[in-house]
């Protein structure tokens, strides 16, 4: 402050009452001396009288004009070294463009007003920045209201801001730590995004073993504890309100889709069943299976044609301490060959939208499999399975019906704000799903689904699928 102070003082020129105030905050003060003179003799007449007091007037005059003269060289030559040290001073840092220093406006005369409090400023300390002039106390933060007087204050449009006061309000924080995002080697903030949640993070954390929630991939926050399955996968709370745990739990969902493809003209007439079940299961049965196609890195859902035994998940689990599901009961279950398809695996704990996106997608291969679709290539079966499970995602969201969730891991004495904030959410959430499946990289399934999307929407669904068994390729 030392340095702003020097430049942001005032000069006052101002004499009266034969008192010179010297700048503002110091406490010494000329007084004008007296003139006195010994009295004259009683001879002496009143025109003598007279000369004498003009004469003491006029040298009074000459003294105020010397000590004026005196002061304004004294105020001149303060401002000469101001001025000086202001131009030899190091130029104040910028932060992206929004950092800026008061200029100093020094000389004393004219008439000035306060941009702040719109009264005249006079004589005194004053600033000029932003093009006006400001009382110190007047010149203060947007945001906390306090007046700036720091070396340097930042701008956002035409207001001005403490640094720390900006830096507050405008500088990116991560949401998984809660601190301000570090800047790079460069000077830089640097940091992650999701491209659908737009969470930020620094970029450590994608090396620290930070969690990712298994079904809407968002980073576990520091301040928030996610529900971790007995396989490793971490589920956040707001997945684990809608999240299918069980065969039992899942069986209204699949009359739904049954449903939704019956409305298609798509009706499965065999009895195929459908099993909800751990990773390790799911990867043994994916080992047993002589056919079929598989996203990797992780399966989340099976379409089987083989006899094997599978470990299907009996009740639902309950949640323990430290966040953990515990008390997860198996059983196995023997599966008989009697058609194309010996059951449907899906991997238990994912929420409603994704258990049922993902079910659509294999019920399509069942189909399939049953109307005699034979030797598909697995950009044309993967990518006409995408569309249907991106097909129910749709008409779940427009119809609003993702919300009538058949059980849930909330307490059954939830707010009706609470379900209107679980609806938004999980109408998000579908929205993420669809996303998912629109921007896949894969060949087979992103590729796959574009170009069958593609073909339903020119020539609809009944004249792709008959494309697709004659020539076993997507119409063009």
Same mark, same amino acid.
């Given at each position: 402050?030392?340095?702003? #102070? ?25 007084? !004008? ?11 002496? %007449? ?18 105020? $004009? ?21 131009? /030899? ?6 932060? %992206? ?11 004393? @005369? ?7 409090? /719109? ?8 600033? #000029? =920045? ?7 106390? =007047? ?18 449009? /035409?207001?001005?801001?403490? $640094?720390?006061?900006? &830096? ?15 800047? %790079?080697? %460069? ?95 799911? /990867? ?18 099976? =379409? ?35 058609? !194309? ?53 749709? @008409? ?13 891991? @909330? ?16 109408? $998000? ?39 697709? &068994? ?7």
């Amino acid at each position: 402050m030392g340095w702003l #102070s020097k430049i942001f003082r005032g000069s006052s020129h101002k004499i009266s009452e034969g008192q010179y105030p010297g700048r503002y905050g110091d406490d010494a003060a000329w007084t !004008e001396q007296s003139n006195s003179l010994d009295a004259l003799s009683e001879y002496e %007449n009143e025109d003598i009288d007279r000369a004498i007091a003009l004469s003491l007037l006029e040298e009074e005059h000459k003294r105020s $004009k010397a000590i004026e003269n005196t002061s304004t060289l004294e105020e001149d030559e303060q401002l000469a070294r101001a001025l000086q040290e202001s131009l /030899n001073a190091d130029s104040p840092p910028r932060e %992206n463009g929004h950092s800026y220093q008061p200029m100093p406006f020094l000389f004393s @005369s004219g008439f000035r007003v306060c941009a702040g409090c /719109n009264t005249e400023i006079g004589h005194g300390r004053f600033l #000029s =920045c932003m093009d006006a002039y400001w009382h110190p106390e =007047c010149f203060r933060c947007h945001s906390c209201k306090q007046p700036i007087s720091d070396y340097e204050f930042s701008m956002s449009g /035409n207001y001005p801001y403490h $640094k720390s006061c900006y &830096k507050e309000l405008y500088h990116p924080k991560c949401d998984v730590c809660k601190q301000f995002i570090p800047t %790079n080697m %460069n000077g830089l903030i640097e940091y992650r995004a999701h491209p659908f949640w737009l969470q930020k993070y620094c970029p450590s954390h994608e090396m620290d073993g930070t969690p990712r929630c298994c079904s809407c991939e968002r980073m576990e926050p520091r301040d928030t504890r996610y529900v971790t399955l007995d396989d490793g996968r971490k589920l956040c709370l707001e997945c684990l309100d809608s999240a299918i745990m069980d065969t039992t739990e899942c069986q209204p969902l699949y009359l739904d889709i049954q449903e939704f493809y019956e409305g298609l003209n798509m009706k499965i007439e065999q009895q195929v069943p459908l099993l909800l079940v751990e990773r390790q299961a799911l /990867n043994e049965a994916m080992e047993g299976e002589k056919h079929g196609h598989h996203h990797l890195p992780e399966t989340r859902g099976l =379409c089987l044609s083989e006899e094997q035994t599978v470990s299907t998940i009996l009740r639902r689990p309950r949640i323990g301490a430290g966040n953990r599901i515990m008390n997860m009961i198996t059983e196995p279950y023997r599966l008989t060959r009697r058609c !194309e398809v010996t059951a449907i695996l899906i991997l238990y704990g994912l929420p409603r939208l994704l258990t049922g996106s993902i079910l659509a997608h294999e019920m399509m291969h069942a189909w399939l499999r049953l109307q005699g679709y034979r030797a598909l290539s697995q950009e044309v079966e993967e990518g006409i399975c995408q569309v249907l499970a991106h097909m129910w995602l749709d @008409s779940e969201i427009i119809s609003g019906s993702g919300s009538n969730v058949a059980s849930t891991s @909330s307490s059954s004495a939830s707010t009706s704000l609470k379900k209107g904030l679980r609806s938004q959410f999980e109408k $998000k959430l579908g929205d993420f799903f669809k996303h998912q499946i629109e921007s896949d990289t894969s060949p087979a399934y992103g590729d796959g689904f574009r170009a069958g999307n593609q073909a339903v929407l020119q020539y609809g669904l009944r004249r792709t699928l008959d494309h697709i &068994k004659l020539t076993g390729t997507f119409p063009m």
